[in-house]
Each structure stands twice: as C-alpha cells, then as structure tokens.
C-alpha cells in the first residue's frame, strides 16, 4: 500500500532548530517534495528531492535517503512565521500523480 | 509568477445540488489537479488531467467528474452533492519541469 507517515503535531521555540521527519512507502518513487501550508491558504512549495542527501535553501534544507524511506525537512533560525503545516509528499514513477501525508502542525513559540 | 485561481473561496450548497468549481492557470502548463483536504487525512488526489480533453481518476473519483475543455481551465464537478463532500477543494498545476505544483488559494466548500 500507500503510507506517508510524518509526526502530528511538534512545538520549538522561536531561534531554535527543527527537524520534521517523513517516512513512506510507495509503489514507486520519482521525487519527494516539502510544502508549507499556513492555516487557511493554500500549500506552497519548498523543497524537491529526487536524489539521496542534503539540499540546502536559506534557513530551510531537505535530506532524502531512498534506500531507508525516509527524509526530512530541517528549519533553521526559527522564526514566529514558520508556525504553520509541513506537508510531505511522494511522486508516484512513470506519471505525475503525488502522494500527500496529513502533514505536521509546526508551532514556534517565543 | 504562476497564478492559480478558483472561482469561489467559500461556497455554501444544498444536498442533491449540482456543484462546478473552476480552476485557471496562466502559465500554460499542461497537468492540472483537484485535491481534496480534510483535517488528519492530508490531501486526497480525485482527478487529474494532463491535456486538453484528457482525465484520469485519482485516489477518490467517486461523486466527482471533471471537465477540461481549454488548457488554462479545469473544472470540477460534483454532480449531486452529498454532505461528506463538505471540504476544502484544492486546484494545482505542475510546473513544465514537474518539480513543482502551484496551488489555488483553494474553495472550502460546505453543503448542508
């Protein structure tokens, strides 16, 4: 079957560190992506993975490891804005269908 | 930037109403998606289209048809509205790279 598992809820205080882990198993495998979703709008795109390790991008950075199906989305220098959902999700092989876990409700507090 | 819209974003219907979310896209992409979100379930694919005239099911199809007649355009449909199909209606399109989809602000729907 289909499963993408990802931690419901966490809470980290304001300059820390995070880390949002996502496991899953798929059929196939062709990308794994990070969204952010503030509450009431719409997700927005912030990472993409297709190959094993670390893809850094300013404050936030995304590690895959296909063999272990696993990854995760690390959010550095927290700030009160990144308060919001993580969704992560799996790209199906040979289309464009993806896969969504329910996501993780990130909390960052002062 | 990629502008994706719909057409409502709150709606309030009937049972057994005949419902039609639109969704356009101004970058020319050719895959588009409706989704539906609840809460603890995550988005939920119901179709998909990756051409003008063409449509494939998703994960949950069942109550919903779509239309795509032009390329900018993607309608969803729900044919006789039932009250679990109260949700948060989500559009995408994917990027040509297909590295990213851009999401519409969404339409949360309630039908009573």
């Known amino acids: 079957g289909q499963n993408i598992d990802q931690p419901t809820e966490m809470t980290a205080t304001e300059g820390a560190i995070v880390q949002i882990n996502c496991t899953y198993q798929?059929?196939?495998?062709?990308?794994l992506f990070w969204y952010q979703q503030h509450a009431g709008e719409a997700p927005t795109f912030l990472s993409y993975?297709?190959?094993?390790g670390l893809e850094e991008k300013g404050r936030f950075s995304s590690f895959l490891s296909r063999s272990k199906g696993y990854s995760y989305l690390l959010l550095k220098e927290l700030q009160m804005k990144d308060s919001a959902s993580y969704l992560c999700?799996?790209?199906?092989?040979?289309?464009?269908?993806?896969?969504f876990g329910a996501g993780t409700r990130l909390f960052v507090k002062a | 930037d990629v502008k994706v819209t719909q057409s409502s974003r709150y709606l309030v219907k009937r049972t057994g109403e005949k419902v039609f979310l639109e969704c356009v896209q101004d970058m020319d992409h050719e895959n588009m998606f409706w989704y539906r979100q609840d809460p603890g379930l995550g988005l939920r694919l119901i179709y998909f289209?990756?051409?003008?005239?063409?449509?494939e099911k998703g994960d949950i199809p069942e109550g919903y048809s779509v239309s795509r007649e032009k390329k900018e355009r993607f309608s969803l449909i729900l044919e006789s509205a039932s009250t679990n199909q109260t949700s948060m209606y989500l559009c995408a399109s994917l990027s040509r790279t297909g590295n990213e989809q851009y999401f519409g602000p969404g339409t949360r729907l309630t039908v009573t």
């Open positions: 999700a799996v790209r199906d092989t040979g289309g464009f269908k993806t896969i």
């Open positions: 798929t059929s196939g495998f062709n990308g």
């Open positions: 993975n297709v190959l094993d």
């Open positions: 289209s990756y051409d003008v005239k063409m449509k």
